[in-house]
């Protein structure tokens, strides 16, 4: 079954914490994979996505995520948080086709601390 | 002006009632996109569209139905509104391209159905 599980479903953390979500996935194939960001009020916007190529991807403000194929993983990461990183994460994953199926995690909130 | 716009962002009904939410996009992509987010459950697919013609069902599409009135526009209905469809509502559209797939969200629509 394709599936998407977010371990952390709450994180709080400090500002200048390091921060790492978890990501696993369940799909067959070749994957691309997503990281998406919801601030408080705000819509869905793309954080980093993985299409191919180097597994160490970044994304904007300053995130990066690793794509682990032998895992099944693509953890988030942020050497040092902000408060203003404080915001709902998805990670999400679809396969080689645009016409894929994409499998939301249940996302993690993240609280940080100021 | 924002890419994909929604229509009420908020409304409150009673049960029983006839709901509908718009959709409208100025991406020019063609598949389009309803989701329901609730608290700890992520996203999930309620109907998706890959063209005027083409309308599918996602994984919760019980008691609602869709129309695509054209490539711009995607409406979402509840025939007979129920208390557990109050959630939030994303319209989404996505780029068909193999190394340009992306999900571009809406600001959400704020159902509640009393």
């Known amino acids: 079954a394709q599936s998407v599980s977010q371990h952390n479903h709450h994180v709080i953390l400090s500002e200048a914490a390091s921060l790492e979500l978890g990501c696993n996935y369940s799909?067959?194939?070749?994957?691309?994979l997503f990281w998406y960001v919801q601030y408080p009020g705000q819509h869905l916007q793309l954080l980093l996505k993985?299409?191919?190529?180097?597994?160490l991807v970044k994304g904007i403000k300053g995130f990066e995520a690793e794509f682990i194929k032998s895992k099944f993983s693509f953890n988030l990461r942020k050497p040092s948080v902000q408060w203003s990183d404080t915001a709902e994460y998805f990670c999400?994953?679809?396969?080689?086709?645009?016409?894929?199926?994409?499998?939301f995690g249940s996302g993690t909130r993240l609280s940080i601390r100021p | 002006d924002a890419d994909v716009t929604q229509t009420p962002r908020n409304r409150i009904t009673k049960t029983g009632k006839r709901i509908m939410l718009e959709c409208s996009q100025t991406?020019?992509?063609?598949?389009m996109y309803w989701y329901r987010q609730d608290p700890g459950l992520g996203l999930r697919l309620i109907y998706y569209?890959?063209?005027?013609?083409?309308?599918n069902k996602g994984e919760i599409s019980d008691g609602y139905s869709v129309s695509r009135q054209a490539q711009a526009k995607f409406s979402l209905s509840l025939e007979s509104a129920i208390p557990n469809q109050t959630a939030l509502y994303f319209c989404?559209?996505?780029?068909?391209?193999?190394?340009?797939?992306?999900?571009?969200f809406g600001p959400g629509t704020r159902l509640t159905v009393l």
């Open positions: 989404a559209t996505r780029s068909a391209g193999r190394d340009t797939d992306t999900q571009y």
């Open positions: 799909y067959g194939g070749t994957v691309n």
């Open positions: 993985y299409f191919s190529g180097d597994p």
């Open positions: 999400a994953v679809t396969g080689y086709s645009s016409a894929s199926k994409i499998i």
């Open positions: 991406k020019g992509h063609d598949r």
């Open positions: 569209s890959f063209d005027v013609k083409d309308i």
